[in-house]
C-alpha cells in the first residue's frame, strides 16, 4: 500500500478498507492515492465478494484536506476517486459513524449501501469555507434526498443526525455496537440477499418540489451568506443539474468548485477556520471544577451561565441582595427558556441552574479554584475587590479580571498574589459571544494562563492570548475605528450613512447602532476615567454630545436613532443632525458630503492602522489573533477574514498609499504609518507572515 494510512484485510471474502489518518482521516492526497489502490486491488480480487469501507478513530471522514486548498488540486483527485468507488461492480458499504462531513460524507453518497452507528453527525460543511461540495455531491444528494432537501444541506452547511439520515434515506441500516463489526455483518446480509452494487448517478435527477425551490433557496440565504458566492454557486451547480448527465454536471460543479477555491472569500475562511485553531499557551492547566463570580449584573451572570452550561459548580457574589437576587433570577430564566426551546432537557435544565448557588461575601470563594470578577468596570473598585480576593481565595486559586480597558498589572498587584492574577475578557452577552480575550499579565505564571485558556476551551469560547495594554486588542482598535467614524460625522456623514456603509460592508451592525445598544453612556464613562485624554476637541465630541444632551440610547429611547418604546430599530431623528451641524460649526469644522467608499476606507484603515501598532507592541502575537478577536467580538465579516486578512488582500503598498493619503488631506495627527508597515509594503510582505511575538505588558498606558 503506497500510505500506511490505509490498510486492506480480507474478513472471509468481505474487503475490509482502513483508513487510518488521525486526526480525523481527511482525504489528503496520499490517502486518495492509496485508497484507489486499495479499492482497484480489491476489485480484481475474485476472493472479495464486497468491501466495507471504515474510518479509524472518533471519525468517518471529516472531509477533504483543507491544507491542500491553496494548491490546485493533486491527482487523484476526489471526485475520479469517488466516481470509481460508485463504479465498482461488487456492493461497497460504508460503515459511518462519528463526523462523516464533506468529502467524506460524498464518499458514502459514492459507496453503493450506508450504515451507521447513532453518534453519526452527516453534513456538508464545505459553504463554511467558501466552497461548494465538490466531489459530487451537488450531483448525487439531490437524486438520493430530492432538491429542497439538498439544497438546504449544502447551503447551511448544518450537519444532521442519525435520525434525520435514516428519514431522509441516506442511511440504510442503523447499526448497535462496534460499527466495523456490524458494517462486516450487514456486508454479509447483502450478499446472502443477492443484493447488486446500487449507484446513486443511476437514480434520476428528481423533479423540483415546486416551481419555484431554486428562488425559494435563493431567498432564504442571509445577507452574510450571500456575500459568499459559493452560495450561489451550490443552487446554479444543483439547477443546472437538472437538464444534464450526471458526468457534465459533475464536470460543471468541479469548474465552480475551483472558482471558489481560488476565491477571496474561501481564502478568507480557511484562514479563520485554522486561526481560530490556535495552539495552547505553553504551561499545564490546573484542574477547574469550581468557579466563583463576583458581580451579578449582566456580564457576570453571562459569565456564570456560561460555566453552569459547561458543568461547572458556580458560586456567584454580589454584596447587594437585591443585585444578587436579580442575577441569580436571570439564571433561572435563561435556563427554563433553553428548555422551552428544546435545547436542554427538564432534568439537564435544573442541574444546569442547580449548579449556581449565590452569597453575599468573597470569604464564599474560599474553596473554589477559580474567579471571574465582572464587577463596575472602576480600577478602584476592582482594586478592592483583588485585595479582599488575594486574602479569602486558597492559595493557587487562579483569580482572573473581566476588565475590558483597565491594567491587569494593576489590579494584579493589589491582590498581593500576581502571579495568579489573568485577565478573562468576555464579551457581552457573555454566554453566547464566543470571543476570550485572555490578557497576560507582567507576573502572570504560565500555568495560570494555561489555565484560563483552557477554562476558556470548556466553555466554547475562542482564547485569545494579548498582552496587557489599554483596551488590549479589541477596544482599544474599537476607538481607532470608533474616531473615524465620530470625526465624518464632523465632517458631514450622518450616522444613518455610516452605519449603512458599514453594515454593507459586512460589519454585523453599524458602529452607531451598537453604540445605541450597548448605551452611550458607557463609553462616556470610560473615556471620563481616562488619565490622558487626547488633546482633540474633535475626539469622540459627537457621542459625548449626545450623552450631555441626555441620549443614552435605546435604553432611554432616544441617541444616535430614536425608538419607539421597547423597539430596537431606531429612526434618523433630525434632532441629532442639527445637534451634529452646530457642533461642527462651533469647532469650525467645513462639512462636505461623504461617500459609503470613503467612510468604509476610513475606518478600515483606522483598524489596520491599530492592528499594525498592536503587533509592534507586542499586545497581539499575530495577525491572525487580530481577526479573530474581530470576527468573533466585534462582527466582522468572516468571508473578509477579519481586517489583518483583510489587509493583505487590498495589498500593504496600497495600504500605506492611502494613509500616506489621508495623511496628505486630513492631517498627520492620526494618519501617520507604522515602521513595520513601510518595510512590509516594501519588501511586497503579507501581516499573515509576520512571526509570532510573546504577548508583552505596555508601558505609557492611556
Ligand atoms: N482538513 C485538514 N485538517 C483538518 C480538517 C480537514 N478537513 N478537519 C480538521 N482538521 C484538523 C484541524 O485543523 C486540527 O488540526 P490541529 O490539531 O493541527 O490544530 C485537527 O484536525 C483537529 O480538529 P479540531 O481541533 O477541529 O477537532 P474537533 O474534534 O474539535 O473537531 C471536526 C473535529 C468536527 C472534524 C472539525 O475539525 C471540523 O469541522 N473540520 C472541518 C470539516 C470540514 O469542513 N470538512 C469539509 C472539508 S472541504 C471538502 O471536503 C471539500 C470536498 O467537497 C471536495
Given amino acids: 500500500m503506497s ?233 446554479a451547480a444543483v439547477e443546472a443539474s437538472a437538464s444534464q448527465s450526471w458526468r457534465a454536471a459533475l464536470a460543471a460543479a468541479r469548474e465552480r468548485f475551483d472558482a471558489c477555491r481560488r476565491s477571496t472569500e474561501s481564502r478568507a475562511l480557511r484562514h479563520l477556520f485554522f486561526a481560530e485553531r490556535v495552539p495552547p499557551p505553553a504551561g499545564t492547566p490546573q484542574p477547574v471544577a469550581t468557579v466563583g463570580v463576583v458581580g451579578a449584573g449582566t456580564m457576570g451572570s453571562g459569565i456564570a451561565i456560561a460555566a453552569a452550561a459547561a458543568g461547572l459548580e458556580v458560586t456567584l457574589v454580589d454584596a447587594q441582595d437585591a443585585a444578587l437576587a436579580a442575577g441569580l433570577g436571570r439564571i433561572e430564566r435563561h435556563f427554563a427558556d433553553a428548555q422551552r426551546k428544546g435545547r436542554l432537557d427538564a432534568a439537564g435544565a435544573a442541574a444546569a441552574t442547580a449548579r449556581v448557588r449565590g452569597a453575599t461575601t468573597l470569604e464564599a470563594l474560599a474553596p473554589v479554584d477559580l474567579v471571574i470578577e465582572a464587577v463596575f468596570e472602576s480600577l478602584e473598585v476592582k482594586r478592592g475587590v483583588f485585595a479582599e480576593l488575594g486574602r479569602a481565595c486558597r492559595p493557587g486559586a487562579v483569580l482572573a479580571t473581566n476588565t475590558s480597558t483597565l491594567d491587569v498589572d494593576a489590579i494584579a498587584a493589589a491582590s498581593g498574589r500576581p502571579a495568579d492574577v489573568v485577565g478573562m475578557h468576555f464579551f457581552s452577552p457573555a454566554q453566547v459571544m464566543r470571543l476570550l480575550e485572555i490578557v497576560r499579565g507582567r507576573d502572570t505564571a504560565p500555568a495560570v494562563l494555561a489555565t484560563a485558556f483552557a477554562l476558556g476551551k470548556r466553555l466554547g469560547k475562542i ?183 483583510y489587509a493583505d488582500t487590498l495589498g500593504l503598498g496600497h495600504v500605506l498609499e492611502r494613509i500616506r493619503c489621508y495623511a496628505r488631506t486630513r492631517g498627520p495627527r492620526y494618519w501617520t504609518p507604522t515602521a513595520s508597515l513601510e518595510r512590509l509594503a516594501r519588501d511586497g510582505g503579507r501581516l499573515a507572515d509576520e512571526p509570532s511575538a510573546p504577548t508583552t505588558s505596555a508601558t505609557g498606558r492611556g
Avoid at 482599544?476 to 460592508?505: C, H, N, Q, S, W
Wanted: charged share 25%; with cysteine; aromatic share 6%.
Fill in 463 to 645: 482564547g485569545v492570548v494579548v498582552g496587557n495594554g489599554f483596551g488590549f486588542v479589541g477596544n482599544r482598535m474599537l476607538y481607532a475605528y470608533g474616531r473615524e467614524k465620530e470625526l465624518m460625522m464632523l465632517e458631514g456623514a450622518t450616522p444613518i450613512e455610516i452605519d449603512r456603509a458599514l453594515e454593507t460592508f459586512g460589519m454585523a451592525m453599524g458602529p452607531n447602532a451598537v453604540g445605541d445598544l450597548a448605551g452611550l453612556d458607557i463609553g462616556y464613562a470610560v473615556r471620563r476615567g481616562w488619565r490622558e485624554r487626547p488633546d482633540d476637541p474633535r475626539f469622540y465630541r459627537v457621542s459625548d454630545l449626545l450623552v450631555e444632551q441626555g441620549r443614552l440610547g435605546q435604553k432611554n429611547g432616544r441617541g444616535f436613532y430614536r425608538y419607539e418604546p421597547g423597539g430596537r430599530r431606531g429612526t434618523p431623528d433630525p434632532e441629532v443632525d442639527a445637534l451634529i451641524r452646530a457642533e461642527a460649526e462651533r469647532l469650525g469644522i467645513a462639512r462636505r458630503a461623504i461617500g459609503a467608499d470613503e467612510i468604509v476606507e476610513r475606518c478600515m484603515l483606522a483598524l489596520i492602522d491599530e492592528g499594525v501598532r498592536l503587533l509592534e507592541e507586542g499586545i497581539a502575537a499575530r495577525a491572525s489573533d487580530i481577526d479573530l478577536v474581530w470576527c468573533h467580538g466585534y462582527g466582522f465579516p468572516r468571508e473578509r477574514g477579519g481586517p489583518m486578512f
Fill in 3 to 235: 500510505d500506511p494510512a490505509i490498510r486492506v484485510r480480507d474478513e472471509s471474502g468481505i474487503g475490509v478498507v482502513e483508513i487510518d489518518h488521525p486526526p480525523v482521516n481527511a482525504l489528503a492526497r496520499p490517502v486518495r492515492a492509496a485508497l484507489l489502490e486499495a479499492i482497484e486491488r480489491l476489485a480484481h480480487d475474485p476472493a472479495v465478494q464486497a468491501i466495507v469501507i471504515h474510518g479509524c478513530g472518533r471519525h468517518f471522514i471529516a472531509g477533504a484536506d483543507v491544507r491542500e486548498f491553496d494548491a490546485p488540486p493533486a491527482e487523484p483527485l476526489l471526485h475520479e476517486v469517488l466516481n470509481r468507488v460508485e463504479a465498482l461492480d461488487k456492493p461497497v458499504i460504508a460503515a459511518l459513524h462519528g463526523t462523516t462531513l464533506g468529502g467524506g460524507a460524498e464518499l458514502a453518497l459514492a459507496s453503493h449501501y450506508r450504515c451507521a452507528t447513532p453518534d453519526l453527525s452527516f453534513g456538508f460543511p464545505e459553504i463554511k469555507l467558501g466552497l461548494l461540495p465538490g466531489a459530487g455531491g451537488t450531483v448525487r444528494l439531490p437524486r438520493l434526498v430530492g432538491i429542497r432537501r439538498a439544497l438546504e444541506l449544502m447551503t447551511s452547511g448544518t450537519p444532521i443526525g442519525i435520525a434525520a439520515a435514516r428519514e431522509l434515506g441516506l442511511v440504510d441500516h442503523e447499526l448497535r455496537g462496534d460499527v466495523l463489526a456490524g458494517a462486516v455483518a450487514f456486508a454479509r446480509e447483502r450478499i446472502a440477499a443477492g443484493a447488486p452494487p446500487r449507484r446513486t448517478t443511476d437514480l434520476p435527477m428528481p423533479a423540483p418540489e415546486s416551481p419555484t425551490v431554486f428562488a425559494d433557496a435563493r431567498a432564504a440565504l442571509s445577507a452574510a451568506a450571500r456575500r459568499v458566492p459559493a452560495s450561489e454557486a451550490i443552487i
